[in-house]
């Protein structure tokens, strides 16, 4: 199947910025916002770089281009926006789920090409990667589902099956929410090497700092840190 056919499908990377993650995020359990900024571009830069490799068109649409009250609205409206460029199915990623290949997305575009949706369910009850035909796209609907919650894989599912919606599945991954979450994916095998690599430098890093700020406890700054989850967490 040629993908690469123009106005067929395409991805889109819906995410905030590294910075508005990092003050959303605490990747390190230290409330450092320097790391947590670091760590959250690296992520972002890694699914891009997954998305492109696919060779389809992949859209990058950041805080600055998003518009709308809710992550539902937003969300809607970003595929409203692909669409309209003529492409019929789209098929959005957030840049949380690291674990995610690029051999992942090409199954899902596969899958979205025989059916109307496709999902790929997190462990934690959400969802990573939600594709759609434009067709099966209702957006006063899209905009109420559960987002950031641990129904939305269950109730995209309920949807689809009441609405008569054919929908294909791809393996179950973990997102990044909290720091336990990326602890747990370093210690796995399925993140690449070079990325591991990044990741455990940044966090030696800052946990030697940390270290050296404890022998000298003026030298230590408190940081402001909101812990919520939130997008680009579907």
């Known amino acids: 199947m040629d993908f690469r056919h123009p106005g067929h499908m395409a991805f889109v990377l819906f995410t905030r910025t590294r910075e508005e993650e990092a003050r959303a995020k605490d990747f390190s359990a230290t409330h450092s916002l320097r790391t947590n900024s670091l760590i ?14 696919t060779g389809l068109p ?12 809710s992550f539902g609205e937003k969300l809607a409206h970003a595929f409203e926006d692909i669409y309209s460029l003529g492409y019929t199915q789209v098929i959005a990623i957030g840049n949380d789920c690291p674990t995610l290949t690029t051999n992942d997305l090409l199954k899902a575009a596969t899958a979205l090409d025989e059916h109307g949706a496709v999902m790929g369910p997190a462990n934690d009850g959400g969802v990573y990667l939600i594709g759609l035909h434009r067709k099966h796209f209702d957006r006063l609907y899209f905009e109420k589902l559960p987002w950031s919650s641990d129904n939305l894989f269950v109730s995209l599912t309920e949807y689809f099956s009441v609405n008569g ?19 747990q994916v370093l210690k796995g095998t399925q993140l690449s090497t070079s990325l591991r690599f990044i990741l455990i430098s940044l966090l030696a890093g800052l946990y030697a700092v940390i270290n050296k700020d404890q022998t000298n406890p003026t030298l230590s700054q408190p940081r402001m840190y909101v812990g919520l989850r939130a997008p680009p967490v579907f």
């Open 165 to 183: 919606i054919s929908f294909a599945t791809s393996r179950a991954l973990s997102d990044i929410d909290y720091p336990t979450a990326l602890q």
């Open 58 to 69: 992949c859209f990058v649409i950041s805080s600055a281009q998003q518009h709308g009250n």
């Open 40 to 53: 959250a571009g690296h992520l972002i830069g890694h699914a891009e770089r997954t998305a492109r490799n």
